[in-house]
C-alpha cells in the first residue's frame, strides 16, 4: 500500500513550443525574442505534477526503500521529449559522450556494457593478467546535480545561450510537498537535482557524469551511475595494480567533491578476476588495500554487476546457480 506521495510544481518556459523537432541539430539556438512569448508572465507557465513514494523492496517500514515515482503532465512530456530530441543528436553529432558511457544511449544497454567489460577481463586472462575491478555507488545521484554545474557543463559543450537559458527555467524554481496520512506539507524549494520522471533527466544526468570520463586514465565504464574501474596486471606486481586504482579512486573522489556527488564506499566493492593459476599466485594477506578517500572497500569473491553475478574467475558459476 503507498504511503507517501509528492507534488511537485515545475516551471517550464512557453519558448519551448517554438522548438521545431525537424530542425538542425540544436535549433534551441535560434530562440530569439521574435519567436517567443511577448510578455514575462506568459514566458513561463506552472505545470503540476504528482509524485509517488513506492518502495523497491518490499519493506514499507523503512523510508530509505522509497523512490518517487512522478505522473508529469502529458504536455511537459511533450515538450520534453522535443528538446531530448535535439540535444541527444548534438551529442550523437559531435560525439559528446563517452563511448565508454552506456546509460540512456541508443545501441547501448546493461548487455553492452557487461559485454565490453568481461570481454577486457577475458583479454586480461588470456594475457595472463588479474584484473582489479572496482564497483563504485553513487549516493543518490540524480537527486543532487547542482544546477549551476549542469548549466556550466552545457556551455562548455557549446550549448547556445538562448538554450541554457531555458534549461536554467526548466531546472529551476521547482517545489514539493509530502502527502501523509491525508495531509500535504507545506512546500519546499528544490535547489538540485534532475526532475525525477523528466524525459529530459537521464539525459542531462549522462552529461553531467560523463565529466568524470575526462579524470580516468585506466579501463572503466559507466552505466547511468554506476562506475566500474579495472585494471589488469601481472600476478608477481599486484600490489603496483592496485596502487594504480587507489590513484584512480582518489581522482573519483577529487571529482565527486568538485561535482557536489558523493561515492559510498561502503556499499562499493572490489574484486580480483584472474584464472585459478593466476590468482593462485597472489597471497591475499599481505595484498595492499583498495580505498576510497580513508575507507577500505571490501574485497569480494562475488559481486552483482549491472545483474549479473561475477566471480573471481568469471565462471559465471553463482549466476547459473541463481
Known amino acids: 500500500m503507498l504511503k507517501w506521495a509528492i507534488l511537485v510544481n515545475g516551471n517550464v518556459c512557453r519558448k519551448l513550443a517554438a522548438v521545431h523537432p525537424l530542425g538542425s541539430a540544436w535549433s534551441l539556438s535560434s530562440w530569439s525574442e521574435g519567436n517567443s512569448s511577448s510578455s514575462e508572465e506568459e514566458e513561463e507557465e506552472v505545470l503540476t505534477s504528482s509524485f509517488l513514494y513506492m518502495p523497491i523492496i518490499y519493506n514499507l517500514g523503512t523510508l530509505k526503500w522509497y523512490r518517487p515515482f512522478s505522473i508529469l503532465p502529458l504536455i511537459s512530456k511533450l515538450l520534453e521529449r522535443i528538446v531530448h530530441f535535439q540535444l541527444n543528436s548534438f551529442l550523437v553529432n559531435n560525439n559528446i559522450l563517452s563511448p565508454y558511457q552506456s546509460g540512456f544511449r541508443r545501441g547501448h544497454s546493461t548487455v553492452t556494457a557487461l559485454v565490453k567489460v568481461c570481454d577486457d577481463i577475458r583479454a586480461n586472462m588470456d594475457n595472463q593478467l588479474i584484473t582489479i575491478l572496482a564497483l563504485l555507488d553513487f549516493s543518490n545521484a540524480f537527486n543532487t546535480v547542482d ?12 550549448i547556445s545561450e538562448a538554450a541554457i537559458d531555458w534549461f536554467h527555467s526548466y531546472l529551476n524554481g521547482r517545489q514539493q510537498c509530502v502527502y501523509s496520512q491525508n495531509k500535504f506539507s507545506s512546500y519546499s524549494s528544490l535547489t538540485a537535482g534532475v526532475p525525477q520522471g523528466g524525459v529530459l533527466s537521464p539525459l542531462l544526468f549522462a552529461i553531467f557524469i560523463n565529466t568524470v570520463s575526462k579524470q580516468l586514465s585506466s579501463s572503466f565504464h559507466l552505466y547511468a551511475d554506476d562506475l566500474q574501474v ?14 594504480e586504482v587507489n590513484n584512480e579512486l582518489l581522482s573519483i573522489y577529487t571529482w565527486s567533491n568538485s561535482y557536489g556527488l558523493c561515492v559510498n564506499p561502503n556499499k562499493s566493492q572490489v574484486i580480483i578476476i584472474g584464472s585459478r593459476q593466476q590468482l593462485a599466485k597472489v597471497n591475499f594477506s599481505t595484498l595492499l588495500s583498495v580505498r576510497f578517500n580513508s ?25 547459473v546457480a541463481e
Open 295 to 319: 575507507t577500505d572497500l571490501v574485497l569480494s569473491t562475488t559481486v552483482k554487476n549491472l545483474g549479473p553475478l561475477i566471480d573471481t574467475t568469471l565462471s559465471w558459476s553463482p549466476q
Open 230 to 243: 579495472y585494471i589488469g596486471s601481472p600476478s608477481h606486481s599486484i600490489c603496483e595494480g592496485i596502487a
Open 147 to 158: 544546477f549551476d554545474i549542469l548549466l556550466a557543463i552545457l556551455k562548455s559543450i557549446n
